[in-house]
């Protein structure tokens, strides 16, 4: 088998997605043995998982403030409490992507009882998870976004 790229070059490896052959020099193109067309492919659904994450933290981040500031009276709604709010309300996406990491899969046989009562817990946990996780994630996804950029194509 040649190489797919260098079709004059003996293949020493194939791409780990589409088994493509591959020679020296592409196969050490990056990490590990993949073709260009593979490698951009998964930067694309890494981009756009990254970018995902963004949108639900802010739509997720909205609704939730938005719950929260219609049911505060006037003397809730200082600057302090509304900051406050914000980060607590984009916090919860975060929060609960870390717990999705940790939480074990004995869960998924729970009664609708169970679900209902999990789901709760989850939902106070993010919150209080989200407060520290929010920056961590958003800093983690901004450098990870910044490295796919400077990746060669």
Same mark, same amino acid.
Request: hydrophobic fraction near 35%; aromatic fraction near 8%; charge should be negative.
């Given at each position: 088998?040649?190489?797919?790229?260098?079709?004059? @070059?003996?293949?020493? *490896?194939?791409?780990?997605?589409?088994?493509?052959?591959?020679?020296?020099e592409c196969s050490h193109k990056y990490k590990f043995p993949i073709c260009t067309e593979c490698n951009l492919n998964r930067m694309k659904i890494e981009k756009r998982a990254i970018y995902k994450?963004?949108?639900?933290?802010?739509?997720?981040? @909205?609704?939730?403030? *938005?719950f929260i500031a219609s049911g505060t009276t006037y003397k809730q709604k200082d600057f302090g409490f509304k900051i406050f709010s914000l980060f607590f309300s984009f916090g919860i996406v975060s929060g609960w992507r870390t717990l999705n990491r940790i939480t074990p899969n004995i869960f998924l046989a729970l009664p609708l009882v169970g679900w209902l009562i999990y789901f709760m817990v989850k939902f106070v946990l993010s919150a209080m998870i989200g407060w520290f996780m929010l920056p961590i994630r958003i800093v983690k996804n901004v450098k990870r976004l910044i490295e796919l950029k400077n990746i060669p194509k």
């Open positions: 088998m040649n190489c797919f790229n260098h079709t004059e @070059l003996v293949a020493v *490896s194939t791409c780990q997605d589409c088994q493509k052959g591959l020679c020296n994450e963004f949108g639900l933290t802010l739509l997720g981040g @909205l609704i939730i403030y *938005s």
